[in-house]
């Protein structure tokens, strides 16, 4: 037979935080080092698809206006 509603949401919340206790947590120090090296890299990626967009433009272009 199945459970009652409460019990079974109450069931839930309990494992939930039952599992959330075995989480290990990243340090502050941790976390402050990995968001730089994602800013960095999606930076360094962003000025290279930039660069890479501008020189097939002006190729384009320049096949472009040849016909």
Do not use: C, H
């Not at 947590?25 to 698809?49: C, D, M, R």
């Amino acid at each position: 037979m199945k459970k009652n509603i409460f019990k079974r949401v109450r069931d839930y919340l309990v494992e939930i935080r039952s599992e959330i206790k075995k989480v290990t947590w990243p340090t502050k120090l941790e976390v402050q080092k990995t968001s730089i090296a994602v800013i960095v890299s999606s930076l360094i990626f962003g000025v290279y698809l930039f660069a890479v967009d501008k020189f097939f433009g002006i190729i384009i272009q320049n096949i472009m206006n040849a016909f």
